[in-house]
């Protein structure tokens, strides 16, 4: 178990992607606090799943649009777990639609979450990241490029923001011995684009590998960049999309 001793949050962890990289944490020791803005229930799943293997976990209900919320839930997190090594940048929200059509509102929108929101939780969490400390935001594929059609272009702004906030800051971090990185998923099977969705069969014939990838798949690959072994892997974003991009 690589991560034994260490404390992590995972924000918009009630499901999805999300509940996947807390587990993953988990399963290789760390304790875990988590987000959740609305659903509750499932997030009391979650911590449930995580005090099954063994771990301390901790639900938390946060905005991730409200920048106060996004504060307030690094320093509870950090008072639950009596500190904190691991921040994943996790929430995320998708809003379609052509730059001629999308809203301010919808704008607005990504750029608080998507953008915004990781940077504030970054900020607030720096001052508690001791050496080897792990600051690793979830983008998407679409940030390097764009193939799955119109109505994607301010989402994909959203998500490639990460990476030149991500190598910046791991510039700023790597005198201290704190890494942060970009996990990019490509077509993942989740509520909020199932692989058997209105889109599922378009995005499936641009992988190299013709099917979706599974939430664990992403929380692998977080745990694995949260662990000693990736102690020499920082400002990159790591995609995994099955070949979508190749």
Known sequence: ????????????????????????????????????EKSADAAAEVV?????????????????????AVQGSIEKA?????????LVNNAGILRL???????????DALLHVNVRAPIVASKAAIPHLGEGGRIISIGSFFADRVPGGAGLSVYA???????AFSQGLARELG???????????????????????????????ITA????????????????????KAQYITGTALTVDGGANA
């Open 157 to 163: 702004l959203s998500k490639s923001a990460l990476t």
């Open 78 to 86: 950090v008072t639950a777990l009596g500190g904190l090594d691991i």
């Open 209 to 228: 590998l013709g099917r979706y990838g599974a939430v664990e798949d992403i929380g692998n690959m977080v745990a694995f960049l949260a662990s000693p």
């Open 1 to 36: 178990m690589t991560l034994t001793g260490k404390r992590a949050l995972v924000t918009g962890a009630s499901r999805g992607i999300g509940a996947a990289i807390a587990k993953a944490l988990a399963a290789e020791g760390a304790d875990v606090a988590i987000t959740y």
């Open 48 to 68: 449930q799943a995580i005090k099954a293997l063994g771990r301390r976990a901790f639900a938390i209900q946060a905005d991730s649009a409200d920048v106060a």
């Open 175 to 205: 005198p201290r011995n704190i890494t942060v990185n970009v996990v990019q998923p490509g077509s993942i099977d989740t509520d909020m684009n199932p692989a058997h969705g209105p889109f599922g069969e378009t995005l499936k014939s």
């Open 97 to 107: 639609g052509e730059v001629k059509d999308i809203s301010l509102e919808d704008i």
